[in-house]
T-cell receptor, first 113, second 112 residues
Framework: KQEVTQIPAALSVPEGENLVLNCSFT??????LQWFRQDPGKGLTSLLL?????REQTSGRLNASLDKSSGRSTLYIAASQPGDSATYLC????????????FGAGTRLFVKA | DAGITQSPRHKVTETGTPVTLRCHQT?????MYWYRQDPGHGLRLIHY???????DKGEVSDGYSVSRSKTEDFLLTLESATSSQTSVYFC???????????FGEGSRLTVL
């Protein structure tokens, strides 16, 4: 059974710091991996989607990498800003036993001004 | 923005009453999903649809039913709401070409 883990559960950093959020999954047979951002009381906003054949995706200050063999993905945020404060979730789409999407519990990020 | 609208955005109801949440999309996506999000449980799939009149159960489908009579609308019904169904409900669509998931803004339901 696929499990998705995000560590740490919460992170506080000063503004301007580069940071890495981690997502690990137990079964390497994934179809894709997606990173989301969720602000309090809001829906999930898609940040980056990495297909299983890809190693990384970039959007602005965000870079997501995927290493299927080790069951890991990282979301790199460069030059963090207070506006980056939110919960970041990763989700893995698996094809074992039919397509399913498994979500991690998220990392709550606080960027201090 | 994938053109997803959820209604109502907030609802307070009493135990035993029926409740219907609506998800409307404007881009003719085939796959639509209903999730609930609760502290300590994360996001859990309730039901999903893969076309008009084609639906299937997710991991927490008990107490919920769905219908999809048009491509653009996916309805979630609680036949007789219970306090355990107090939650935030999210609708999502899957983009056909890339498989990317997009979410609506959520519907916060409180069952008293």
């Amino acid at each position: 059974k696929q499990e998705v883990t995000q560590i740490p559960a919460a992170l506080s950093v000063p503004e301007g710091e580069n940071l890495v959020l981690n997502c690990s999954f137990t079964d390497s047979a994934i179809y894709n991996l997606q990173w989301f951002r969720q602000d309090p009381g809001k829906g999930l906003t898609s940040l980056l989607l990495i297909q299983s054949s890809q190693r990384e995706q970039t959007s602005g200050r965000l870079n997501a990498s995927l290493d299927k063999s080790s069951g890991r993905s990282t979301l790199y945020i460069a030059a963090s800003q207070p506006g980056d404060s939110a919960t970041y979730l990763c989700a893995v789409r698996v094809e074992t036993g039919g397509f399913k999407t498994i979500f991690g519990a998220g990392t709550r990020l606080f960027v201090k001004a | 923005d994938a053109g997803i609208t959820q209604s109502p955005r907030h609802k307070v109801t009493e135990t035993g009453t029926p409740v219907t949440l609506r998800c409307h999309q404007t881009e003719n996506h085939r796959y639509m999903y209903w999730y609930r999000q609760d502290p300590g449980h994360g996001l859990r799939l309730i039901h999903y649809s893969y076309g008009v009149k084609d639906t299937d159960k997710g991991e927490v489908s008990d107490g919920y039913s769905v219908s999809r009579s048009k491509t653009e609308d996916f309805l979630l019904t609680l036949e007789s709401a219970t306090s355990s169904q107090t939650s935030v409900y999210f609708c999502a669509i899957r983009e056909g070409r890339t498989g990317e998931l997009f979410f609506g803004e959520g519907s916060r339901l409180t069952v008293l």
